[in-house]
């Protein structure tokens, strides 16, 4: 996989090190990051038997939920902050959903298709899917 400058190699030991090598004859590489380390907002710790990649500092720095004021009618239009607010997280949504959340998904593009013009009960339900993300958020081994 790759991302702007970064590549992202997941292959047997041998074929890693056929790999570095050539791609090092080609670019100037000086350090091959291996086991654990952090790409694209991801933390990948890579053993012999298994991958693991968590999000969870994304989660705990990007995810809140969004402000909704008191006594507001949920069908009743959200007012400018709150659909702006909104709208960013749902593009925080957006991108842990299309890297390593496929659980969140179908709840991120009915949030997308509705942030122009929320509800009230639109932002509680983007809100309900940032607790879903912050829950799937805990431990090892479960969704990240």
């Known amino acids: 996989m790759c991302h702007v400058d970064d590549l992202l190699i997941a292959a047997g030991d041998r074929e890693l090190e056929a790999l570095e090598r050539g791609l090092s004859a080609m670019f100037p590489i000086s350090v091959w990051e291996k086991d654990h380390f952090e790409y694209t907002g991801s933390v990948i710790k890579q053993t012999n038997e298994h991958i693991e990649v968590s999000q969870k500092s994304y989660v705990n720095a990007r995810l809140e939920t969004v402000d909704i004021p008191k006594e507001v ?22 991108w842990l959903s299309s890297q390593t959340r496929p659980d969140l998904q179908a709840g991120v ?8 013009c929320p509800s009230y009960q639109d932002v509680k339900d983007t809100n309900r899917l940032v607790r879903m993300a912050q829950a799937g958020n805990e431990g090892c081994g479960g969704p990240q």
């Open 73 to 94: 009618c949920p069908e009743d239009p959200a007012d400018q902050v709150t659909r702006q607010d909104n709208m960013s997280t749902i593009g925080a949504l957006s």
């Open 109 to 116: 593009s009915l949030a997308q298709r509705r942030q122009k």
